[in-house]
């Protein structure tokens, strides 16, 4: 069938296309081919419909020899939804994406990723409820592992991830390849290291981050200034919103938009009861 893809301002593609093949994907990888690229994620309609990822156009009535039109869309939703996680050990993603759950098995570490790559100067907001001796937040790519069977900073530990960790007692650091990064205020000077303490902010931890065109990771604590890790993460490399975890039931939330903050503590979850990595 012959697919024209139309954004909002005009005319993006036209292309033939199998009825019985998988559609989205073919579609979004045309659009790359010619050079145009979605600052968050191409999401495709055909009338009021959706095109989930793996349909093909014949689900939707489309014959063979027809001509439709699909509307193309840049979403960043998919860059603030968790999706990748090992879910054999009792983790739970809800809440459509925005709440990643770690399950209270014992010396165990597990990860969580987001469902596509993180743009580039956009905000990313991270809520730890409950910390543990280690826990991390960072990107990387779709090669990083999503769990451990000893208590780790999961992330920032080789080639494939760059992370801020830190842990109860423990300093905030960046890390790649197992190397610690200095944190830098705007202007490149080392700052004071700024520890975690149980307790400083209640039970729920509330970072943002983003990373930089030059590859930097901007990150902003409680009760601090903007501070840099001076990654040199690679302008051409998609990565991936990644945390981790050793508290059990510890979650770990993430959004596009500053969270609300609540005291948590006099609300009791079933994360006070247990004690898993803490």
């Known amino acids: 069938a012959e697919v024209q893809l139309v954004a909002p301002s005009g005319l993006l593609l036209a292309l ?6 998988p559609a989205a994907e073919t579609m979004r990888a045309s659009l790359r081919e010619a050079g145009k690229e979605a600052k968050g994620v191409f999401v495709f309609t055909l009338g009021t419909s959706i095109m989930e990822e793996g349909w093909p156009l014949e689900r939707f009535g489309v014959t063979a020899g027809s001509s439709v039109e699909v509307t193309v869309l840049d979403s960043s939703r998919p860059c603030f939804e968790w999706d990748s996680c090992e879910a054999s050990n009792g983790n739970v993603i809800s809440d459509q994406g925005s709440s990643f759950q770690r399950h209270d098995k014992a010396a165990h570490t597990d990860g969580v990723q987001s469902r596509a790559a993180l743009p580039r100067d956009t905000a990313c907001y991270i809520c730890f409820h409950h910390i543990g001796t280690h ?6 790519t779709k090669k990083c592992r999503l769990a451990e069977t000893s208590y780790v900073d999961l992330y920032g530990q080789d080639e494939n991830s760059w992370a801020l960790c830190f842990g109860v007692g423990r300093d905030f650091a960046g890390y790649h390849k197992g190397q610690r990064y200095v944190m830098q205020d705007s202007n490149g000077k080392a700052v004071a290291p700024v520890k975690h303490e149980r307790g400083t902010t209640g039970e729920a931890l509330y970072i943002s981050f983003q990373i930089s065109t030059a590859g930097q990771m901007l990150v902003t604590l409680p009760g601090h200034e903007q501070m840099v890790i001076p990654f040199e993460i ?9 945390a981790s975890t050793v508290y059990g039931h510890g979650k770990i939330r993430i959004s596009s938009v500053p969270f609300e903050s609540k005291s948590t503590t006099s609300t009791q979850d079933s994360a006070d009861s247990n004690s898993s990595g803490t």
């Open 135 to 140: 826990a991390c937040l960072g990107v990387g």
């Open 16 to 21: 033939q296309l199998r009825i019985d093949a």
């Open 234 to 242: 690679p302008k051409d490399l998609d990565v991936f919103v990644s």
